[in-house]
């Protein structure tokens, strides 16, 4: 038996549904005598006669009786896998796996994703947080579609894309002096107790930077690994610290302020990483365009509210 071709399915299908040759070949932009020539084709590769005709109506034979819920469910099939693959094609469906710092997860992919899925519903997120040297890896393995992070290292593999700069800047209680100040200089660590990140995080070279270049000795207390253990000694009294802004906005506590440090401004690159050699879907692709337009809602000065989303995220 010889395989059908999915538009003589098509002619099967609907000289089965209408029972007449000139309703079918008028439904199908076919002549008559071209609908009956397909039929005659359909039934010498199957080796059986699916209808029975007289001068008045066509009815289906045991054999086409059998042969139309396999062709419909083939049909249908048919349409299924090529609407999936439109939705995919315009976006509209599929899967993102993106790699990203806590903070920058914590201020800017809420907003990003809860505007790109009222546009987008069929589109699943999936977000991995870890350190800027590990998204690099994840992206480099492939396991994730792309990351948000610090510039890579200078690498074939990798692309780099600017979406914003994240500064670092002064965070004291809402009710200390140095509250009402806009901005400040470095050497005023040397004056207060000084909550120290520890070297493990990149938040660290940042800050000795910035020390170094201001020419500013600070005793170092604490010396925290994650941004809301300093926070919470900062709420307690234990001193003041120094963040990023974006960290500031993960943190997210109307107990404490964020003012800018100046000379020097000390501030680190953050933006999209991204294979060289592999291209996003159309869906990333749309998502990416959702994370520049919320970074120049962030380069505006004001920090995207972070909802609370039904996300997939792994560690």
């Known amino acids: 038996m010889s395989r059908l071709t999915l538009s003589q399915l098509s002619a099967f299908m609907k000289l089965a549904e209408t029972s007449s040759f000139r309703d079918a070949a008028n439904e199908l932009g076919v002549s008559q005598p071209a609908l009956s020539r397909t039929i005659q084709h359909i039934e010498t590769r199957v080796g059986v006669r699916l209808f029975d005709r007289d ?5 289906l034979t045991p ?3 059998k042969l139309r819920p396999l062709a419909a469910r083939l049909l249908g099939d048919y349409e299924t896998v090529f609407r999936e693959l439109q939705e995919f094609v315009e976006g509209r469906q599929g899967l993102i796996r993106i790699a990203a710092l806590p903070s920058v997860a914590s201020a800017l992919l809420p907003s990003a994703i809860q505007s790109f ?3 987008f519903p069929g589109v699943r997120v999936e977000i991995w947080e870890d350190v800027g040297e590990l998204v690099h890896n994840v992206v480099r393995d492939r396991a994730a579609d792309f990351g948000i992070a610090p510039p890579p290292d200078l690498s074939s593999d990798l692309r780099y894309q ?3 700069k994240d500064t ?3 965070v004291c209680r809402e009710d200390d002096p140095l509250a009402a100040v806009a901005e400040h200089q470095w050497s005023v660590f040397g004056d207060h107790r000084f909550i120290a990140m520890s070297e493990e995080t990149g938040m660290s070279a940042m800050v000795e930077n910035g020390l170094a270049e201001a020419g500013v000795v600070v005793e ?3 010396n925290c690994s994650a941004a809301t253990t300093a926070a919470a000694l900062i709420k307690s009294g234990q001193g003041i610290c120094a963040l990023t802004r974006l960290t500031m906005a993960e943190i997210g506590s109307p107990a404490l302020v964020w003012r800018p440090l100046v000379d020097p401004v ?3 690159s953050i933006g999209i990483v991204r294979h060289k050699a592999r291209s996003l879907s159309p869906a990333a692709q749309a998502f990416v365009r959702e994370l520049e337009r919320q970074a120049r809602i962030i380069r505006t000065g004001e920090t ?3 909802p609370a989303l039904g996300l997939v995220h792994n560690a």
């Open 63 to 65: 054999a086409g009786e």
């Open 162 to 164: 600017e979406l914003l």
């Open 304 to 306: 995207p509210a972070a």
């Open 168 to 170: 670092i800047g002064l």
């Open 266 to 268: 000390v501030a680190r």
């Open 220 to 222: 170092r207390l604490f």
């Open 117 to 119: 899925q009222t546009r």
């Open 55 to 59: 001068t008045r109506t066509v009815t």
